[in-house]
T-cell receptor
Framework: NAGVTQTPKFRVLKTGQSMTLLCAQDMNHEYMYWYRQDPGMGLRLIHYSVGEGTTAKGEVPDGYNVSRLKKQNFLLGLESAAPSQTSVYFC???????????FGPGTRLTVT | AQSVTQPDIHITVSEGASLELRCNYSYGATPYLFWYVQSPGQGLQLLLKYFSGDTLVQGIKGFEAEFKRSQSSFNLRKPSVHWSDAAEYFCAGPNDYKLSFGAGTTVTVRA
């Protein structure tokens, strides 16, 4: 039982490049979330999903897209990376019963 | 709006001393409440949670928290801090389908 895993762990992009971050969970959780964490800003919700095939915007969705084609995977895409998207990205998941979220180890993204 | 707030941005404590981190909530009904810890370079780990029942909740790593409805608080405590407790601590509560996180409290442990 690996829990929540994130791929890749680190990435450096040039401005304008695109990439996809993969989050996978093996706990059969309904809900999945993408957050970004920046110094002094805490955790901010980018997008989330309440089930396979559904997505919704969080607090800071601009510049990001997501997809939840399979229940166990939640993809976060950056179509045209900007330096403002330099951050640490965390994925989380939970059941539909309570609000306890399980977090992945994070992806550190630098956009130059 | 349903939310949690952490009044203290940074706390420094001596190793072996007690620690208390504050969390205030604004919910009408009894909320689910959580404390998470994030060690440097790591993801968030659940320390403890409160759903209902006993207002004193025990967690991992020797931490406990007390739910006080009269004060709208869910403060985290540890009787004797270890150097490995240096980390950032987040209080969280539900907000629609999501969790609302406090801004976090960074704990520094001095020898």
């Amino acid at each position: 039982n690996a829990g929540v895993t994130q791929t890749p762990k680190f990435r450096v992009l040039k401005t304008g490049q695109s990439m996809t971050l993969l989050c996978a969970q093996d706990m059969n959780h309904e809900y999945m979330y993408w957050y970004r964490q920046d110094p002094g800003m805490g955790l901010r919700l980018i997008h989330y999903s309440v089930g396979e095939g559904t997505t919704a915007k969080g607090e800071v969705p601009d510049g990001y897209n997501v997809s939840r084609l399979k229940k166990q995977n939640f993809l976060l895409g950056l179509e045209s990376a900007a330096p403002s998207q330099t951050s640490v990205y965390f994925c989380a998941s939970r059941t539909g019963v309570n609000y306890e979220q399980y977090f992945g180890p994070g992806t550190r993204l630098t956009v130059t | 709006a349903q939310s949690v707030t952490q009044p203290d941005i940074h706390i420094t404590v001596s190793e072996g001393a007690s620690l208390e981190l504050r969390c205030n909530y604004s919910y009408g009904a009894t909320p689910y409440l959580f404390w998470y810890v994030q060690s440097p370079g790591q993801g968030l780990q659940l320390l403890l949670k409160y759903f209902s029942g006993d207002t004193l909740v025990q967690g991992i790593k020797g931490f406990e928290a007390e739910f006080k409805r009269s004060q709208s608080s869910f403060n985290l405590r540890k009787p004797s801090v270890h150097w490995s407790d240096a980390a950032e601590y987040f209080c969280a509560g539900p907000n629609d389908y999501k969790l609302s996180f406090g801004a976090g409290t960074t704990v520094t442990v001095r020898a």
